[in-house]
């Protein structure tokens, strides 16, 4: 049996665990918050957007924009997202597994990858796999600002209307609801897939009642189309590293809970370990006092 | 016969930080690509681009006339029920007179500061006077 001071030790370190896990959950609830606010906020503005982008698409007029037709270009640019700290259960884990699906997939059909990859644990991860990201997107903390958003989709565009990719897609976090969140990837360019996950996802409320009819289009539909294919893109990468950080604070949040709880377990046992010693230890003591007395007389 | 102007209907403004306007109105004026466009109750179903400008709403009830600079966008009108999709949004709504003022100060001196300018402080100069504007309109400075 461990003596006294070992179980206080024990303890004592079970206890500063529990302090750090109190801590960081804490700072992840806050974290959460905030960006769950952010998201519920935003879903009214996602849901007008694929309202209007299935008015666009869905009209008699048909549009032929170079944004929703594939150009040809047997580059992939991929971004992946990762969080800069870990603990947060399965978030980088279920990422990473989901990159190796697209790295396997592009050796197999011979084509070429460009990964831009956020966060420190993936930048590790890719580093141990001995794949060279071509750009580490540190320039924000989790999620990009108004000015960074437009500025990343601006460039993402400028390179497929080049020819320099020929697919966009976010490997990410998707944030359904509190009680689900899944490792997914969003193809953002082409256009074309992006428009069918915005106007099938489950979170776009359709007012059915809503007769989409005839209407006026200012400027001409391409130049319309053009607006808000930029507008779509733009707002689909601000809500993938949205939904990848509400996900990980989250993830995180249940597994420091969880530890929390745990250590609070450990100290109670240990508690009682360090009683029931501290106990034996005083009777055993009690019985070499009487023991000696007895002898004495 | 429709009557053409009498009446309220609903607007709506959105950013994908939140809802910033939610309300009835007699009217509106959209800054769009080419100009101003006004919009009363039946108005026809409409998709339109939006440029940078002064989306004016009229009699709010209880509330009276509204200002928002806007930079870009799209307006859907259908069903007197007009909805407007912008990035940025500026307002003087919820705030205090001197901040206002300050903010209008700024924008002036951005506009009236320096003969040569770059495309980038261009733009910011654009927005600069459009607040100027706004800042006469609800009242926040006087008009020279």
């Given at each position: 049996m461990a003596s006294t001071r070992q179980i206080l030790q024990r303890r004592s370190a079970a206890e500063n665990i529990g302090k750090v896990t109190h801590t960081m959950e804490t700072v992840s609830a806050v974290r959460y918050r905030q960006y769950y606010r952010m998201w519920a906020e935003s879903q009214e503005f996602y849901n007008v957007l694929a309202q209007l982008a299935y008015l666009v698409v869905t009209a008699e007029e048909t549009i032929d924009h170079p944004l929703m037709?594939?150009?040809?270009?047997?580059c992939h640019a991929l971004i992946v997202t990762g969080s800069n700290?870990?603990?947060?259960?399965g978030h980088n884990i279920n990422i990473a597994r989901l990159l190796d699906v697209h790295v396997k997939m592009a050796k197999r059909f011979g084509k070429k990858l460009k990964i831009f990859a956020q966060g420190k644990k993936l930048a590790v991860y890719l580093a141990n796999r001995g794949i060279e990201p071509e750009?580490?997107?540190?320039?924000?903390?989790e999620v990009p600002d108004v000015a960074q958003a437009r500025e990343m989709a601006a460039d993402f565009i400028e390179q497929y209307a080049q020819g320099e990719i020929g697919r966009l897609s976010v490997v990410y976090t998707r944030f359904f609801s509190p009680a689900n969140q899944q490792a997914q990837t969003l193809t953002i360019l082409p256009v074309a897939d992006l428009i069918d996950d915005l106007t099938t996802r489950a979170t776009v409320i359709w007012p059915w009642e809503l007769v989409f009819e005839d209407f006026l289009l200012s400027p001409s539909a391409e130049e319309i189309f053009d607006g808000l294919a930029r507008m779509m893109i733009r707002t689909a990468l601000s809500s993938c590293f949205l939904d990848a950080a509400l996900s990980e604070h989250l993830g995180r949040v249940i597994a420091m809970r969880s530890a929390t709880d745990n250590a609070e377990d450990m100290i109670e046992e240990l508690t009682r370990h360090y009683n029931r010693a501290r106990q034996s230890r005083i009777t055993s003591e009690m019985l070499d006092i009487i023991g000696g007395v007895e002898a004495a007389r | 016969m429709v009557r053409i102007s009498s009446g309220f209907f609903r607007c709506v403004l959105l950013t994908p930080t939140g809802k910033v306007l939610d309300c009835r109105t007699s009217g509106l004026v959209l800054p769009v690509h080419d100009g101003l466009m006004g919009v009363l109750r039946n108005h026809s179903p409409m998709l339109c681009k939006l440029g940078k400008g002064i989306l004016q709403v009229r009699?709010?009830?209880?509330?009276?006339d509204a200002f928002y600079l806007i930079d870009g966008g799209f307006a859907r009108i259908s069903e007197n029920f007009v909805t407007v999709l912008t990035y940025e949004v500026v307002t003087?709504?919820?705030?205090d007179r001197e901040t206002a003022e300050h903010l209008v100060s700024r924008a002036k001196s951005v506009v009236v500061g320096g003969d040569y300018i770059r495309q980038t402080e261009k733009m910011a100069s654009d927005k600069a006077a459009l607040l100027v504007k706004m800042g006469e309109m609800t009242g926040i400075i006087r008009k020279d």
């Open positions: 037709l594939e150009n040809g270009s047997d700290r870990g603990l947060c259960g750009q580490v997107l540190d320039a924000f903390e | 009699d709010i009830p209880e509330k009276g003087f709504e919820g705030m």
